[in-house]
C-alpha cells in the first residue's frame, strides 16, 4: 500500500509537471504571435507617418494625377482601420489594396522626370520601399509563429492544455492573389 501510494503520487506529479510544461510553450508561442504581430504594427505605424510625405511631395508635381495620390490616401485610412480592428484578414486586404496603389504611384511618377529626380521623393520611395521590405519580413515572421502555435494546438496532448487554459488560434495573415501573383508592367506603366 504504501509503495503503491507514492508510485501513484509520483505518476500525478510527473503527469502534472508534463501539462504544466506543454501550457507553457504553449504560452511563449502565443506570446511569440502576439510580438510578431506588435512588430508589423510598428512598421505599418512608420509607413503609415510616412505616406502624406510623399503624397504631398507628388502633389507638387503630379497635378493631373489625382487620382493615383486619392487612392493611397484611402488605402492608408484602410490599412489604419484594419490594424485598429487587429483582423489580420482585414490588414492582408488593406496591404494588398496600399501596394497595389504605391506601384501605381511610382509608375506614374515615371512620366514626371522633375518629381523623379526631387530629393525628397527618392528620400521618401526609399523609405517607403525599406518599410515594404521590413513588413514582408515581419508578415512571414508572424505566420510562421501563429502556424507553430496553431499547430501545437491542434496536437495531442497539447489540444487537452490548450482548451483547459483557452488558447486559441491565431488567424494567418493572407493577401490578395493579385499580390501573390508576378506584377505586370506592362499594366503599371499605362
Known amino acids: 500500500m504504501h509503495l503503491g501510494f ?3 503520487v509520483g505518476l500525478v506529479v510527473v503527469v502534472l509537471a508534463y501539462g504544466v510544461s506543454i501550457y507553457n510553450s504553449l504560452v511563449r508561442l502565443k506570446h511569440n504571435a502576439v510580438t ?12 503609415h507617418d510616412e505616406l ?3 503624397v504631398e511631395v507628388c502633389k507638387q508635381y503630379l497635378q493631373y ?12 485610412a484602410n490599412v489604419a ?41 527618392r528620400a521618401l520611395q526609399s523609405r517607403v520601399s525599406g518599410l515594404e521590405n521590413a513588413i514582408a519580413d515581419r508578415r512571414e515572421s508572424y505566420n510562421d509563429t ?36 508576378d506584377v505586370d508592367m506592362k499594366a503599371l506603366f499605362s
Open 6 to 8: 507514492i508510485l501513484g
Open 36 to 47: 510578431a504581430w506588435s512588430n508589423i504594427d510598428v512598421l505599418l505605424k512608420q509607413r
Open 52 to 54: 502624406p510625405k510623399l
Open 65 to 76: 494625377e489625382q487620382p493615383a495620390l486619392e487612392r493611397i490616401v484611402q488605402a492608408r
Open 81 to 121: 482601420q484594419a490594424r485598429q480592428a487587429g483582423s489580420p484578414e482585414a490588414v492582408g486586404r488593406a496591404e494588398s489594396e496600399l501596394r497595389g496603389g504605391l506601384a501605381n504611384l511610382y509608375a506614374v511618377a515615371e512620366n514626371y522626370p522633375d518629381l523623379k529626380a526631387n530629393e525628397s521623393f
Open 146 to 181: 501563429a502556424n507553430d502555435l496553431n499547430i501545437r494546438r491542434e496536437q495531442f496532448p497539447d489540444r487537452i492544455v490548450a482548451g483547459i487554459a483557452h488558447i486559441r488560434s491565431m488567424e494567418l495573415l493572407k493577401f490578395a492573389s493579385a499580390e501573390l501573383s
